[in-house]
Structure formats: C-alpha cells, structure tokens
C-alpha cells in the first residue's frame, strides 16, 4: 500500500503520491543489529529547546528582512499555496540513458498528471510522446514502462495496458492485444533466424481471478500477446541479457514472499525455443536479492541483503563475493520496477547511490579492489542512475532546499550539472525548513528514526509564550522511507508555523533488514508506537505543543493515522488518506502483488482471523475521541472507498468530529491538481477549526460534524 514511484512517483505524499525516491507503501504506492548502532542506542534531540527558538528568523539579518511579525503558530501567511503547490508538483522517473540520449517520465499537472515521455536533445528536453499517459499496471505500481529501440520507442499505455510503437516523426500504434500488460522489457538483438524481439515481464489478465506473470518474448515489429519463455512462479522481474546474448538472469519470487523479503536470482541459457532449466545463483526466503547487471567481462552483478544490509556482489568464476561491504542500503524496497541503484562504467568501476541514516549519498567504486570514493554533493537522495559516457552519469537527485532535479554529474570532479529541474520553489533559502534527523526511545527498549522540521518563516514569529503545532507524517508502505528531500508538502505546514515530524518507525526501510522486519507479525502496533514515541519525545523536548498535536498519513499511513488516534490520547487530530480501517476486508479485496503482504504483517488467514479483527480500527471505534478528517478517492481498487464510508459512518455515530471529502476520479494517490489543492485546503481548515487558529489563507468552507469550536490563542 505503496504511494509508488510511479508516475514516485517513493515514495506521490497524499498530495505528491507519486514518488518520492524513497517512498513506500502498503497498498500500492508499504532493531536489532543494525551495525553502526551496535553501542547503546543514543537518543538524539533537536538541538535548540526554548520555544522561541523554532522560527528561523533569528538567522536571518535584520539587513536583508523586515522584522517578524509577530502572530499564532498555524496562522503564518505562506507564499506556498495549495495552488502553487499543485502546479509544482512534477515528478520524474524511469531515467535511463540510450546510447548517451538520456529518456524519463514526467508527470503533466495541467494533463490531469498524465505521465508523458521526455528526452534530451542538444541539452533541450522535449517530450517524446503527445496526449499519452506512460504508465504500466504491472504489480499495480508499475515502473519500467518503456524502451527505445532504434528509433522506435514501445511505451506502456496507460487507458488500455497496451503496448505502442512509436517512430520518430510517426504516429503511436498498438501492438499487444488488451487483457495483458507489460513492464521492464529489454531488447534482444535479431540473431540467425531469429528477428528483433523485446523480453518483457507480462502480466495475464484474459482471466482476472488468475492473473499470472511471467516472462515473454515480443517479436518485432508485430508483437501479439508473446511466447512465455519462464513461468512457474508468481513473480518476476529484472530480466538482463548478458554480454554475448546467449544468457539471461532474472529474479522471481513467490506467495507469501514480497520481494523485499526474499527473492531468488536464476540464470538460464537463452535459445530460439525458450530458456533452458534456470540454475539458482543467490536468493531465497530469507534473502532478497535484487538488480542484477552484466559487466562487459560476463561477470554478474547484484544487491542482496544477506549480510543484513542491501549490498553489492559480484559472481565470478563460480564464487560470490561482496564488492563494498557496508552497514549501508544499497537499494530501496521494489515497490516499482526499474530501480537503478548503480551503474557499471565499463572499465572496472561502478557508480552506486546508498543510504545511510536514511541519507543518500553517491559513491564510485574500484570493482576488483573493493574500494570506493564517495562524492561530495549538494543533494540527500538519488535514484535512476544512468550512464552517459565512462566519466558522466545522470541521476534523479533530491536536495534539502531546491526541487527534484535531472542532473548529470561528472564523477571525477564530483560535480553536478543540472538537466531538468521540477521547477522553482515560491520559498526563499531561508524560508525552507530543513530536516534534522533524530533517534528516539520507544516501546520495548527499541530505538526509532525521524526526520524533525520546525516551524520556517523570516517573517513571522511564534506568540510569546507558545509552543507550535505538531503534525507527525507517516509514510506509506508500510515498507517504505521517509526522505529528508525538500517536498512542498512538508514545507507547505512549517511555513505556516508547523513543526512537522516524519517518522521512520520500525518496519521502514533504509536501516538495515533487521529494522525492516520490525513490523513483521507487529503492524498496527510497532507503528503506532513509534509515531506516538516520537511525539512524546518532541514535547519532552519543548519542540511542540502538547494540546495541539495531529497525525496524518496515506494508504498504510492512514491505517496508522487510525490505529494511533484508537490507542493513544497523544493526538488532538487526524487526517487520514484513504487509509485501511478493516484488515480482513483488505486481505480479501485487494491485487495480486500485496494479496498476501499481511501474511507477513499481520498472519496468514483464516488463522490468525482473531488478530486481524483486534487490529482494525473498525473494531474499535469505542476508542476514538479526537476529531478526523478522512480524503478518499472514489475510483481507489487498492483501498476501496466502502473501508472509509464505513468508518465515517461509525463515527458520526458514536458523535466523534467527523469531516469526510470523496473525490470522484481519483485513484490511490490524488494525481489532480483540483484535487491536491483541495484536499491541502481541507485538511488546513480542518487543523484550524479544531486547534482554534485562523488560517491566513482564504479557504473553501468546511463542516466538521459534530465539533465543539475550539478557542483561539
């Protein structure tokens, strides 16, 4: 229940569901020995405590600024509006580089977010595609949904899952029938008697009670449905061609298995008829690996998580071997295909993205040597890496204070050149609220991980006196990260006198296999108990007020949002995203890929039936006393509205504050600009109503039944 990438789109964020790089999900769009915290866990605060301390306005000369202003935390005039940030909100994805040209996907905002092919020509870009939506259902997330051939270019559509050719200068034309979809195809060269094919993952829907995946085999230039040349499994993904074209390596995975828990990486020699039996390379259930990449030397290339961290490896002449250990991620959970964590050079290098501490960071590495050289630049998170030649790559890189941006970086200078940029913020340097990451006590003696924004803005300050509202944000996923990466949607409340808290509880990503499968028979507790420590922890620490408090999340993030207002009296408020309020009706309703992710979370069913009803929040509507906003889209399959209607229902009539907004032709993940500055304005209102603060913004009008107007400071 991922907020994918796609169109992450990693992980779109209610309003920006698509991606940011390190987004998750569940639904779409999900602490032990972590190495570098073998010691004591230490817990790490904010570093500045009084109260007056949260505005920014004390850094910024009184030379260059009028002095604050002084008004209430939450009343803040922004120059960020929901409109601006609606109109902003350009995500790019699927980066690769075709003989040096470098192609993506960019959502349109004024097409409704309709995903359009880019390119790179002379240092210009242009779009490749006109009035397409670029977009595979595959998984339902998606990913990888083109490839350039030649001077073709095969692109998944999103209306009707077909795949179309399209020349330069020419026209698109399908060339898959409907019922079936595609994704992460690769080109394979004509040989002999063989003509040109792709080699696609490809989904079955002619029976939609059996989907079943598998991997084809598309002649060109007339494709039909293609010839199955592996199946037996219920997943499958990265298939790569070796050097010489006579092998091809590939992952799969089966139920109950998501790919993030254990996947296995197969070879098989290639022939006109198919693949010849595959032979295990590395992998299992207890070892997800991922990436597979061919050198030019035939040596194979991939991440595993064997050691407890998503590395690099290498198989060489018959053995395995780590390229770089590290107490690092070097890879993000595969919500969406395409993931491309490194690169190889070509002459005995890789550049490679990692994270640690939740930070991205970009190295090159000496293959053979097992040595590396991180890079030093300006930006906190990468992803798609490219190669343009054996010196330059190109990356989608996101920083603390400029927007998402295609850059191309010269890896011996280590310096960056921006390509594209997803536009400019309406908010000066100094109005950005950077993310301060912090470490945290919480229950059972764990130790959790956020990322702390205070309030930002030179030209207000806080009431004497006063502590600011606190909104804590809860990713997707729920195996997904929150990024420290500048986004609109955090920076839309902090300017407005929020602070805000984007907690990284145990089951995220990015802290090592041990901390991802923290939440493994535990969802709906570990979560919320995270959320909350770290809530508690933030007012411990005067960082925020403790009668104004909110959470608010999406998809998996609702369901904590849920399971948090029905378990603890921390929160004030909750905003809730289409978020799941009744586990068994989840299980049984949702696709094939997340069919049996609570398996892992929660049990398998109908075993484990008595905890799947303790924990949805359905059940325990008796609990809730704290006013919530539910935002739903009509047309979602991954959350269905009835789960919302349902519990909106039940609290109006337990008399709870209640406000509920359903927007038609929205999916999961509101990609709408109408959509985005609406539900922006909802919630906005809604925090205003209920913690008695009045918004500087002119807002659309918004009922919340049943609420007892609170007073303002």
Known sequence: MSIPREPHINNISRSEFTATPRAGCILFALLAAMTSHSAAPTTTAPAAAAPADTSPAANVSAATSPAPMTAPYGSWASP??????????????????????????ENVPAAGGAISLFSLDNGVAAPVTQGANVRTRVHEYGGAPFIVVGDTVYYSQFSDQRLYALKAGGSAAPVTPPNYRYADCIALPAAGDSGAALICVREDHTDAAHVRNT??????????????????????????????????????????????????????????????APVLIAGGAAESVLEPQWDRDGTLYFISDRSGFWNLYARRGGGVHAVWPRAAEFADPLWSFGQSNYVLLGDGRAA????????????????????????????????????????????????SKAPLSIVSIDIATATATTLRTAGTSPLAPEAVSVAAPIDFPSAQGRTAHAFYYPPANPLYRGTAGTLPPLLALVH??????????????????????????????GGSSGYGRAYRRALN??????????????????????????????????????????????????????????????????????????????????????????????????????????????????????????????IVEALRARHVPVAYVLYPGESHGFR???????????????????????????????TIEGLVPASRP
């Open 352 to 399: 490679l993205s990692f994270s640690e501490r939740g930070l991205g960071k970009l190295a090159v590495v000496d293959l053979k040597a097992g040595t590396a050289r991180e890079l030093d630049l300006p930006y906190v998170d990468f992803s798609h890496l490219a190669k343009i030649d054996e010196r330059h790559i190109a990356a989608i890189a996101s920083a």
């Open 80 to 105: 960020l509006s929901a409109e601006a940030l609606a109109a902003g909100g350009i995500n790019f994805g699927d980066l690769r580089s075709v003989n040096g040209r470098l192609y993506w996907t």
């Open 672 to 702: 709408k600009p109408e959509t985005i500055i609406n539900s922006l304005q909802a919630e906005l209102s809604f925090f205003g109503q209920v913690f008695g603060f009045k918004p500087a913004d002119q807002l659309p009008p918004l």
């Open 521 to 646: 028979g535990q969802w709906g507790v570990v979560d919320a108990e995270d959320v909350i420590a770290a809530v508690r922890f933030l007012i411990s620490a005067k960082r925020a007020d403790p009668e104004r408090t909110a959470i608010s999340g999406g998809s998996a993030g609702g369901y904590t949002v849920l399971v948090a207002l029905s378990t603890s009296d921390v929160f004030r408020a909750g905003a809730d995203f289409f978020g799941v309020s009744d586990m068994t009706a989840l299980a049984r309703d949702t696709h094939k890929f997340e069919s049996r992710y609570l398996d892992s979370l929660i049990g398998p069913l109908p075993q484990a039936q008595a905890i799947y009803d303790s924990r949805s929040p359905l059940n325990h509507l008796d609990r809730f006393k704290a006013p919530v906003i539910v935002l739903q889209g009509a047309d979602d399959p991954i959350v269905p509205p009835n789960q919302s209607a349902r």
């Open 215 to 276: 991997l084809v085999r598309l002649k060109l230039p007339v494709a039909g449905a293609g010839d199955v040349i592996f199946e037996g499994t219920d997943f499958v993904a990265y298939p790569r061609l070796s050097p010489d074209g006579l092998r091809l390596a590939f992952i799969s995975w089966n139920h109950p298995n998501m790919p993030w828990d254990g996947t296995e990486l197969k070879v098989a020699e290639l022939t006109p008829r198919g693949l010849k």
């Open 476 to 505: 997707g996923g729920p195996t997904g990260q929150a990024s420290p990466a500048l986004r609109s949607s955090v920076q839309f409340w902090t300017s407005r006198g929020f602070a805000v808290v984007d907690v990284n509880y």
